[in-house]
């Protein structure tokens, strides 16, 4: 029964080899663990997150500045007492730099708004990012991404449409020194008087606005053309320091890319973060193609403190690095699920932005605003897929992850990265560098499931068959001692017949009183010490009487010859159950 136990055994060892060696039963391959968490997460991640851009159309006016002349002879005469006390040099254009560096520090102070004001019609926005949390179109980004105050709407408009205006009123001014004002520092001072001034009193009127993503065409593929598609606004909070964050929707869409949302307590201060978006650094620069332009770039930092406005908002600060046009963008924990959004960053006097300060508004935050709208997260079958064939794709299998890979292209054609990777895999399988494991054939196939049956059956008869065979014998029990049932010894009274040694043979005497509980049969058995059988039958002996059960003592005959008579009996019982005696066939 045990040799057939470990054949049962070994078979079902069998079958669960070859069932584990199919295709598809192991994804991770030893390499997997060599892929840093980071690239893992930028792969899965990137297709949601998006370029999104805001555009605003205005009238832009401007008054014509007007010098205050009381201001500007005052401005000389200190000018004379710096230079009689050796604060500056006596040439000219020593002293009309520090006059013009006076004017900056304060152009209102020397300059009032004048006639005729300057009229132009202009265009300003800005790039941030967003992320899908829904198939269909839903997405979350930082509120300032979509509307501004007026204030920073005002010095939006004045830094990217006065830029003209601002450069004729700093040549008046340089006229208006004389020719000896020709210093190129005089000249860049004069144009931050203008800038300063300018944005101080700029009127902005029908003010129009639009939202939209910047995405590749159709095709598969990030290509080195974009499309503005349309985005509504649905629901917006207030700007930093407040609850920053904005629900936007694009309408037609399905099977889009998504990332989960996680919980505010899935990171803690020690944690590594990460960061998607879309540093201004590379989408405001003329260096990079539009291709480079619509890739997010990914960043990591430890999660560094907690953080809370005096109002009660929540904020995560991180040293992961970003840059203007990260704002609005997913910040994630180790397992990909997105625990905040990246909402600002303290900036330097030069303009840049301060390493280690960069502020995350929680996820719980985010949560509490589609909750608002009724919108509910959710994975679409696109990222799933997706994600199956990156697991494949990043384990070497190649041919595996190729057809999810396509059917990732079927589900959404303008899927961003989806081509890239179908072309990587096809070059990798050409380059012999697929480790996919083959096709198993249909009649292993089979096969492996008929052992599987067997392994099954046999394992199911080994119990069976334990349940039903009886139980082992149990040794001899103890037969309680009685001095009237002894067998007699040499010289203590007759030999049991068969044994004329004068001997006592411990085979002789039957410890069950000729009752067998197991019901074998009997079957004349040779004395150990003699090879002709014992006479049993009737006339050699007399009749033995029924015995009691099992465990009982047997009853004392009427007399000695008796008692003989019923040992001998007992004797030949004892041997006819034992069948062979063990000397027998040696």
């Known amino acids: ?37 980071g690239t893992r997460l930028a792969a899965r991640t990137h297709p949601a997150v998006q370029l999104t851009s805001v555009s605003y159309t205005a009238d832009v006016a401007v008054p014509t500045p007007v010098a205050k002349p009381a201001a500007i002879r005052n401005l000389t005469v200190q000018g004379v007492e710096a230079v009689r006390s050796g604060k500056i040099s006596s040439d000219d254009n020593s002293i009309y730099r520090w006059i013009v560096q006076q004017m900056a520090g304060n152009p209102g102070r020397y300059f009032s708004p004048g006639k005729p004001e300057r009229v132009v019609k202009a265009t300003a926005g800005g790039l941030c990012t967003g992320w899908w949390v829904t198939p269909d179109g839903y997405m979350v980004t930082a509120a300032h991404c979509v509307g501004q105050e007026d204030a920073q709407l005002a010095r939006t408009f004045a830094s990217q449409a006065l830029e003209k205006i601002n450069k004729k009123d700093a040549a008046d001014l340089v006229a208006d020194l004389g020719e000896f004002a020709s210093d190129d520092e005089i000249v860049r001072t004069a144009a931050k008087i203008f800038q300063i001034w300018n944005a101080d009193n700029i009127k902005i009127r029908n003010v129009e606005s639009s939202l939209s993503l910047l995405q590749s065409l159709p095709g598969g593929g990030v290509d080195k053309t974009a499309k503005a598609v349309p985005i509504e606004l649905v629901a917006r909070g207030t700007v930093y320091p407040g609850k920053d964050v904005a629900i936007l929707k694009a309408n037609g869409m399905n099977n889009l890319p998504t990332v989960p949302l996680g919980a505010d307590s899935d990171v803690r201060v020690g944690d590594t973060l990460y960061i998607s978006g879309f540093p201004g650094t590379v989408t405001q620069t003329s260096i990079f193609n539009i291709e480079s332009k619509l890739e997010p770039a990914f960043t990591e930092g430890p999660y560094n403190a907690s953080r809370q406005t005096p109002e009660g908002v929540p904020y995560i600060q991180t040293q992961a690095p970003s840059y203007p046009g990260n704002s609005g963008g997913p910040v994630f924990s180790r397992d990909g699920k997105v625990i905040g959004i990246l909402v600002g960053g303290l900036i330097q006097q030069d303009g840049g932005s301060t390493e280690g300060e960069s502020f995350v508004l929680p996820v719980g935050v985010v949560k509490e605003k589609l909750n608002e709208k009724n919108i509910r997260p959710a994975e679409s079958v696109t990222t799933r897929t997706y994600n199956e064939a990156l697991e494949l794709f990043f384990a070497d299998h190649y041919s595996e992850a190729l057809p999810k890979f396509r059917e990732v292209q079927a589900l959404h054609p303008n899927h961003p990265y989806v081509a890239r990777y179908i072309s990587d895999s096809q070059q990798a399988i050409t380059a012999g560098r697929d480790r996919s494991p083959g096709p198993i054939p249909p009649w292993l196939m089979w096969g492996g499931g008929g052992l599987a049956l067997v392994a099954a ?26 001095a009237r049932q002894a067998p007699r010894m040499a010289g203590h009274g007759p030999v049991p017949q068969g044994d004329r040694s004068g001997r006592y043979d411990p085979y002789g005497a039957d410890p069950y009183g000729g009752h067998d509980p197991y019901g074998a ?3 004349p058995v040779h004395s150990r010490r003699s ?33 003989i008579a019923d040992l001998e009996a007992e004797l030949e019982r004892l041997r006819r159950g034992l069948g062979r005696h063990p000397d027998d066939g040696r």
């Open 531 to 563: 090879p002709h059988p014992l006479p049993m039958g009737p006339g050699d002996g007399p009749a033995v009487a029924p015995q009691p059960p099992y465990g009982q003592a047997p009853q004392a005959g009427p007399g000695a010859d008796t008692r």
């Open 521 to 523: 049969p009997r079957r």
């Open 457 to 482: 059956l046999g394992a199911l008869a080994v119990v069976l068959g334990r349940r039903r065979r009886p139980k082992a014998p149990a040794p001899f029990p103890e037969i309680p001692y009685d």
């Open 1 to 37: 029964m045990q040799a057939r136990t470990t054949v049962a055994a070994g078979l079902a060892g069998l079958v669960l080899a070859g069932v584990m060696a199919s295709p598809g039963a192991a994804l991770a391959a030893p390499k997997d663990s060599e892929i840093p968490v």
